[in-house]
């Protein structure tokens, strides 16, 4: 059974940190980009960040560049995103999204709140 579990989401203060943690189970972790995304209510699901398969090419959405590193542990089939500097706007769901390296195959997370405010 497939699976990818979000945690470490919450309530911070605008300037806190948070480390969002997806475990994944059931595949083959490093066969997979791994992807963390987030959406806003009534918005559609943007791209915050990507690792590639064995790290070696990481890409981040210009807001958050600078502020939010991106990483995987493949022994543990685990994808971090620690967000630093947080404001406001980052307020959103978290999703992190497995895609397989060369078939058309791709996975979800059920989201992890993330609220930014004072």
């Known amino acids: 059974q497939v699976q990818l579990v979000e945690s470490g989401g919450g309530l911070v203060r605008p300037g806190g940190s948070l480390r969002l943690s997806c475990a994944a189970s059931?595949?083959?972790?490093?066969?997979?980009?791994m992807s963390w995304y987030r959406q806003d209510p009534g918005k559609e699901r943007d791209l915050v960040a990507r690792i590639s398969r064995f790290g070696l090419e990481i890409n981040y959405a210009d807001s958050v560049k600078g502020r939010f590193t991106i990483s995987r542990d493949n022994a543990m089939s685990t994808v971090y995103l620690q967000m630093n500097s947080l404001k406001p706007e980052d307020t959103a769901v978290y999703y992190c999204k497995a895609v397989h390296w060369w078939v058309a195959r791709d996975y979800w997370g059920q989201g992890t709140h993330v609220t930014v405010s004072s």
């Open positions: 059931g595949f083959d972790f490093s066969s997979y980009h």
